[in-house]
């Protein structure tokens, strides 16, 4: 059903659409195409040919950093996030990764879960991270792979 593959140039229109309907806080168009010109290792996760999720993560010597993940409303609970997660932790330890970190919302107890799922542990709280109409604390977590 679901097959995970690199996001290049033509998919970040679509990955761009997802994010607006997914985040609170969504990264702009210009993140999108600066994150894939600076060489952040990005995957989709399609259905048929429609892209119904997205992870984008960087890695720097032995660490991977989360950056994005989004997937859409129908498709969130269907194992799509979890194959992307999988796909990138797999993906971060060919590279040479040993730890990846992440940041998520801290009213976000969905993606805390899922991130837990994946043995995730919580490492700090960073006040006041997420600006704008909608301001959090970040909860900062991280895995050993």
């Known amino acids: 059903m679901f097959k995970i593959s690199l996001m290049d140039q033509s998919d970040l229109e679509e990955a761009f659409k997802i994010e607006q309907k997914i985040n609170p806080s969504p990264w702009s168009k210009e993140n999108f195409y600066s994150s894939l010109e600076v060489g952040h290792n990005s995957l989709i996760c399609k259905v048929d040919q429609q ?85 959090d604390d970040a909860v900062l977590m991280s895995l050993d792979i």
């Open 51 to 135: 892209i119904v999720g997205f992870i984008i993560f960087s890695t720097i010597k032995r660490e991977s950093h989360l950056l994005n993940i989004a997937v859409l409303q129908d498709y969130q609970r269907s194992g799509a996030g979890s194959l992307l997660m999988a796909s990138m932790m797999r993906q971060s330890k060919v590279m040479g990764s040993e730890k990846i970190f992440l940041e998520v919302r801290s009213n976000n107890k969905n993606a805390i879960s899922f991130y837990k799922k994946f043995n995730f542990i919580q490492d700090a709280i960073r006040a006041n991270y997420y600006l704008g109409e909608d301001p």
